[in-house]
C-alpha cells in the first residue's frame, strides 16, 4: 500500500497544483483557521429546565431515569416534528447525518435552524463528506452565522471532481468507510434518532423514489449520551471545520442562500400559512401532551469515531458496543424477533445464530427489500444466499413492494399520489415484546466492520408493542416469500388493487435486466456490500 500511495501521488501531483485541498485532520491543519464558535461554556445549563422538558416535568423528575419514546412512521410527520421542535428549542440544536441531499425540503430544514440561530440557539451541524459531494452546499454556507458551526467528518483532500474518487484508492480503508450516524438533539433533552437522512425523499412521500423510514422521538435521559456520542465525533480529529472549505467563505453563495430562504416564506403565501399551521399544530400536541409517550429505560450506543482509521484487518475483527449489545439481547431473547432491516445480509455467523433460535423457539419474521424496491442490488444478491435456509428453518420472510409506503401512510389519513418507487430503510427490531432496538445499524457487513453507526436500545413493553404492530403492519404489503414442492422461491401478496392474492416465480416487479444485474452484482465479495 505505501507503493502504492507513493505512485499515486507522483501520477496526481501536477494535476493537484493549483486545485484546492482541505485537511483529512485537525493534526495537520493550520489551528490559527480555526476558531470555535460553540464550546462546552454554551452547554452550560440544565435541560431539564427548558420548556420542552418542563412539558413532562412529572414523568422526568421521577428519579428513576426515565425516557419517552414516540414512534415517527412516515416521512411528512419526520419532518414536521424535527421543525416544531427546532422551532421550541431555546438552548441548543445538534444534527448529525450521513446524507444532505441540499434539495427543496433540506432548504427548509436548514432555514429552520437558521431561524432558531437568530434567536440566539447555537446550533451545531456535522455531516459526512461522502454525502455531501459538494463544498457549497447551503448547510456549509450557514457556517458564515455566528451561532452556527459546521463541520465536514472523514474529508477527501483534495476538491477536484476529476480526482475525488480515485483517492479512495490511496486511502481506501479510511474513505471506504463513513459516518452513517444520524441525530436530531435539541437542547439535550430531546432527540431523534432511526434511519432518516436529510433529502426530500426520505421525508417527501411525491417523490420520484422514497425511503420508507423509521424514526423515533425520544426525551429525557437517554438524550445526555446521545449529546456525548456526538460531542466526540464532533471534536474528533477527522471532523474538519467548515472554515477551512474556501467555498463555504462565498458572501455570494451566502447572500444567494439567504434570498433562497426569503423566497420560501414569501412565495406560495397559502402554502406557506399551511406549513406554519401544521408546525404550530405539532408544537401545541406535544405542548398539552398528546404526543404517544411510552415510558421506559434505555440506552444510546454509537461506534466510536476512531472505527474509520483502523486498517481493514482490524475493521473485520472489530465488535463493538453495538455488535456486542445485538449478541447480548438474542442469547436473552426466549420468545419471537420482529426486524424490519432495509439491508439485510446476516453472514454466515448470523445465519448460523438465528437458525439456532428458531430451533430453540424463538420465532423470526424479517422484512426486507424485495428486488424491485431495493436501491442496492447487491445487497440483495447477498440477501438471497440466506434466505432459503431461514424460510426452511420456520422464519417468516417478507420482501417489502414498491409502493408500499403509500399504504402505511393511508394509516394516518393523508391524501397522496401513489410514488413512482418506494424503498424500505427501516433498521428496527423488537425482542421477546419488551425491548425496542432502532438506529443507523444495517444488519450487513458495511455497517458490522466499516461504518460508523448509532442506535437506541429502549425497554418498554408498551413500545415494542407498537413498533411490533408497525412491523406487522408493513407485512401486510410485503410479499411473503416461501418455498415451493421444487424448494424455490415464490412470492405472495396483493397490491393495493389487487381482488386476489398474486403469486410470483420469479422476483415481482421486476424485469430480466434487472435480474441479470442482480445476478452479475454476486461478482462483488459480500465484505464490500
Not at 501520477?11 to 486545485?19: K, N
Not at 448509532?454 to 408493513?474: H, P, T
Given at each position: ?18 486545485c ?118 447551503d ?20 476538491r ?7 483517492q ?5 480503508s ?6 452513517h ?26 417523490t420520484?423514489s ?22 466526540e ?51 401545541s ?40 449489545a ?32 428458531e ?25 438471497e ?69 448509532n ?43 389487487d ?31
Amino acid at each position: 500500500m505505501n507503493i502504492f500511495k507513493r505512485v499515486f501521488s507522483v501520477v496526481f501531483a501536477l494535476p493537484l497544483i493549483g486545485c484546492t485541498t482541505v485537511p483529512t485532520s485537525m493534526n495537520d491543519a493550520r489551528l490559527d483557521d480555526y476558531t470555535p464558535k460553540i464550546t462546552s461554556a454554551d452547554f452550560n445549563f440544565n435541560p431539564y429546565e427548558t420548556p420542552i422538558a418542563r412539558i413532562y416535568e412529572e414523568e422526568l423528575s421521577s428519579g428513576n431515569n426515565l425516557s419517552g419514546a414516540t414512534l415517527i412512521e412516515d416521512g411528512l410527520s419526520a419532518f414536521v416534528i424535527r421543525s416544531a421542535f427546532a422551532r421550541m428549542a431555546t438552548k441548543t440544536i445538534d444534527l448529525q447525518t450521513y446524507i444532505y441531499s441540499n434539495d427543496f425540503t433540506s432548504k427548509v430544514l436548514v432555514t429552520e435552524l437558521k431561524r432558531a440561530a437568530d434567536r440566539g440557539v447555537k446550533v451545531r451541524i456535522l455531516i459526512d463528506d461522502y454525502g455531501t459531494k459538494s463544498d457549497i452546499v447551503d448547510v456549509m454556507l450557514l457556517n458564515q452565522h455566528p451561532n452556527i458551526e459546521v463541520k465536514v467528518f472523514n474529508t477527501v483532500a483534495n476538491r477536484s471532481k476529476l480526482l475525488y474518487y480515485p483517492q479512495f484508492l490511496a486511502d481506501f480503508s479510511r474513505l471506504n468507510s463513513r459516518m452513517h450516524n444520524k441525530l436530531f438533539i435539541v437542547d439535550n433533552i430531546a432527540y431523534i434518532t432511526g434511519g432518516r437522512n436529510v433529502g426530500s425523499n426520505y421525508f417527501y412521500p411525491e417523490t420520484a423514489s422514497n425511503f420508507s423510514d423509521t424514526d423515533v422521538l425520544f426525551i429525557g435521559d437517554m438524550t445526555h449520551f446521545a449529546t456525548d456520542s456526538f460531542d466526540e465525533y464532533w471534536n474528533h480529529h477527522l471532523s474538519i471545520p467548515a472554515t477551512m472549505f474556501p467555498k463555504s467563505k462565498s458572501k455570494r453563495d451566502a447572500k444567494r442562500l439567504q434570498d433562497e430562504m426569503k423566497r420560501i416564506t414569501s412565495d406560495k403565501a397559502d402554502a406557506t400559512q399551511r406549513y406554519n399551521d401544521i408546525i404550530n399544530i405539532a408544537q401545541s400536541d406535544y405542548k398539552s401532551k398528546k404526543f404517544d409517550f411510552s415510558w421506559g429505560r434505555g440506552k444510546f450506543l454509537a461506534d466510536p469515531p476512531q472505527k474509520v482509521e483502523m486498517s481493514m484487518a482490524e475493521k473485520e475483527e472489530y465488535r463493538g458496543d453495538i455488535i456486542n449489545a445485538l449478541r447480548h439481547l438474542w442469547d436473552k431473547t426466549e420468545k419471537s424477533v420482529y426486524m424490519s432491516a432495509a439491508y439485510f445480509v446476516p453472514g454466515q455467523g448470523g445465519l448460523e445464530h438465528m437458525l439456532q433460535e428458531e430451533k430453540l423457539g424463538v420465532h423470526i419474521t424479517v422484512v426486507t427489500n424485495s428486488l424491485a424496491s431495493t436501491n442496492a442490488p447487491t445487497v440483495y444478491a447477498k440477501w438471497e444466499k440466506y434466505r432459503k435456509q431461514l424460510i426452511e428453518s420456520g422464519a417468516d420472510v417478507y420482501e417489502f413492494m414498491v409502493s408500499a409506503e403509500n399504504l402505511r401512510a393511508k394509516e394516518h389519513d393523508r391524501e397522496r399520489k401513489q410514488s413512482s418507487f418506494s424503498v424500505l430503510h427501516s433498521k428496527t427490531m423488537v425482542f421477546d415484546d419488551d425491548i425496542s432496538w432502532i438506529g443507523s445499524f444495517n444488519l450487513d457487513p458495511r455497517s458490522a466492520y466499516y461504518n460508523t453507526e448509532n442506535v437506541a436500545i429502549f425497554e418498554s413493553r408498551d413500545f415494542a408493542k407498537k413498533l411490533r404492530e408497525m412491523i406487522i403492519k408493513d407485512t401486510q404489503t410485503s410479499w411473503h416469500v416461501t418455498l415451493d414442492e421444487n424448494e424455490n422461491p415464490i412470492w405472495t401478496g396483493s397490491r393495493p388493487n389487487d381482488k386476489v392474492p398474486q403469486i410470483h416465480k420469479h422476483a415481482p416487479d421486476t424485469s430480466i435486466f434487472r435480474r441479470i444485474w442482480k445476478n452479475l452484482s454476486n461478482l462483488v465479495p459480500e465484505k464490500f456490500v
